[in-house]
């Protein structure tokens, strides 16, 4: 089963705009955000010749910001627990890698984008979103990031909704409905199936 993209709108953008008005105390998560944006518009923007792919170059910044199994583990689901700790492990490789090639390998940098900050919402103790609107190449787009505090008292980001639509409920009703079909299995062949697929299409 072929896994859907998410919108089209490139995770190295989305990232290259992690960033809050205001200045916070260094512990906040708009604060760490704002760390997060100026290491990855290091990146994007470089005006040496690159020589890597931006996925692999910016890959190591997201890792900072980024609860990539956290995501993946929110975007299985409660099926989660069908899955042995190696098949785990196994998703949150390939799961991470679609995400940043999909979007990152695509993405030519041109002009920087232009942000508007919203507030912050308290969605909880150890949560928070915080809403953007970013401007692009002539276009509009409405970002939020939701981070969550981790048990080390920092801040990741676990979802990222682009026009109201989340990422992780986008990618759940896939997965859920691949591993209805055929288990833990069938959702790791499919995520290899992807990336494979992806890989033919950006080198």
Do not use: C
């Not at 200045?23 to 923007?45: F, H, N």
Request: aromatic share 8%.
């Amino acid at each position: 089963m072929k896994i859907s993209r998410f919108l089209n709108f490139p995770v190295a953008l989305a990232a290259a705009v992690l960033a809050s008005a205001g200045v916070s105390r260094a512990d906040e998560p708009e604060s760490i955000l704002r760390r997060g944006v100026d290491e990855v518009m290091a990146v994007v923007y470089d005006p040496a010749p690159a020589s890597a792919p931006l996925s692999v170059r910016v890959k190591p910044v997201l890792e900072k910001y980024f609860d990539f199994a956290g995501i993946t583990r929110r975007a299985v689901g409660p099926s989660w627990k069908q899955l042995s700790s190696a098949q785990q492990h196994r998703a949150i490789d390939l799961f991470g890698e679609i995400v940043l090639r999909t979007y990152a390998d695509r993405f030519q940098p041109r002009e920087k984008p232009t942000i508007s900050y919203g507030a912050v919402v308290e969605l909880s103790a150890r949560r928070r979103e915080l809403a953007q609107t970013v401007g692009y190449l002539g276009q509009n787009y409405s970002v939020a990031y939701r981070m969550e505090q981790q048990a080390s008292g920092g801040w990741l980001v676990y979802d990222v909704l682009i026009e109201g639509v989340s990422m992780v409920q986008n990618y759940r009703g896939q997965f859920e409905a691949i591993l209805q079909k055929g288990g833990p299995e069938a959702l790791l062949k499919s995520l290899e199936d992807n990336l494979r697929d992806i890989a033919s299409k950006t080198t």
